[in-house]
């Protein structure tokens, strides 16, 4: 594997553990539907404030999330789906996982060819 290729791997498995938690998801997919506060998305799912904040944070630093202020009054912080993380996600897993990858090889492992070590 090159060096841009365990990149590419290491920057996947780190999106894909941000993602592997089910508030997390819960939270995507109701940002799917527009942008919410994180007042709307406390009550929707039904969890306290600080959680939210907490998960919110999480997708904001692995870049699939974006916040802004209201310009009129900055402590409310409206949150949507960043379309262009979501949209290289989407590539990378579909190439990661794309059966097309798949090749017939047989092991080259020595103990299987008779070689004991």
């Known amino acids: 594997m090159s ?3 365990a990149a590419r791997a290491a920057e996947l498995a780190g999106l894909l553990k941000v993602l592997s ?3 997390r998801l819960a939270i995507l997919d109701r940002l799917m539907q527009g942008v919410q506060c994180n007042c709307e998305l406390g009550e929707c799912l039904d969890l306290p404030m600080n959680l939210i904040s907490h998960h919110l944070k999480a997708l904001r630093r692995a870049g ?3 916040a802004r ?3 009129s009054d900055r402590r409310w912080v409206y949150y949507s789906v960043n379309r262009e993380a979501l949209v290289r996600l989407q590539q990378e897993v579909c190439a ?3 059966p097309g990858r798949i ?3 047989e092991t080259a492992c020595p103990r299987r060819a008779g070689v004991r070590g």
């Open 21 to 23: 938690d089910p508030t």
């Open 3 to 5: 060096s841009a290729d």
């Open 103 to 105: 090749q017939v090889r």
């Open 64 to 66: 699939l999330v974006s």
């Open 69 to 71: 202020r209201d310009p």
């Open 96 to 98: 990661f996982f794309d």
